[in-house]
């Protein structure tokens, strides 16, 4: 079993529509976790930190399930903006280093 | 302020030419990371550096690959000699200090022929 894994998707959804991702871990020992948006031959960009309590920045809310050992990102009103994949990643059980998933891609449409 | 930086942007060699890559972190960052990133997947680590001190290096290939961060700031990731499957992007992450947020570079596009 992989440490990170997210469904690659892809989502497509219709301008205005709710979309989430989830990404579940294996280590249960894991602190940190993180949301990345990464477009086309660019390199990740963070997006928001996962905080125990969840954590909200305008459309997009991250939550952390540690019972289930998944996080979540949700996004609500989805602009053609949104069209990217989103890469979760959750710190090494050895260290800080961080693992990452494969990437959710969303294509978002008009 | 100015964010992490590599050079070159691209790079195209012939299997079995040496490569080095270049990586100035946000000032102030004393975290430096090397992913590696293939097409589809996820960044994968290869280094971590905490200021000049190599930290986890357990993911890079010692036999070819090698890196240094001599001063604690800059950071060199060398290939050599390269093979056809190191074609990937090569990312540089820094983070004020382990466990913090971690922002990436634009990466160098390694293409070996």
């Known amino acids: 079993r992989k440490e990170v894994e997210q469904d690659p998707g892809p989502f497509n959804v219709p301008e205005g529509a709710t979309v989430a991702f989830n990404c579940t871990y294996s280590?249960?020992?894991?602190?940190?976790f993180f949301w990345y948006r990464q477009d086309c031959r660019k390199e990740p960009k963070l997006l928001m930190s996962?905080?125990?309590s969840g954590n909200e920045d305008g459309r997009f809310t991250a939550q952390l399930n540690r019972a289930s050992q998944y996080i979540s990102l949700l996004i609500r009103d989805s602009k053609l903006s949104d069209s990217a994949t989103y890469l979760c990643a959750v710190n090494r059980h050895s260290g800080y280093a961080l693992n990452f998933g494969k990437g959710t891609s969303l294509l978002v449409t008009p | 302020e100015a964010g992490v930086v590599q050079s070159p942007r691209y790079k195209i060699i012939e299997k079995k030419q040496p490569v080095a890559f270049w990586c100035n972190p946000i000032s102030g960052h004393n975290t430096l990371y090397w992913y590696l990133q293939n097409l589809g997947q996820g960044p994968e680590l290869l280094i971590r550096y905490e200021n000049e001190e190599a930290v986890d290096d357990s993911q890079l290939p010692k036999d070819r690959f090698s890196a240094e961060r001599l001063k604690g700031v800059d950071s060199t990731l060398k290939i050599q000699p390269a093979e056809l499957g190191d074609s990937a992007v090569y990312l540089c992450?820094?983070?004020?200090?382990?466990?913090?947020?971690?922002?990436f570079g634009p990466g160098t596009r390694l293409t070996v022929t």
């Open positions: 280590n249960s020992a894991s602190q940190s």
């Open positions: 992450a820094s983070s004020l200090s382990a466990g913090n947020e971690q922002y």
């Open positions: 996962v905080y125990s």
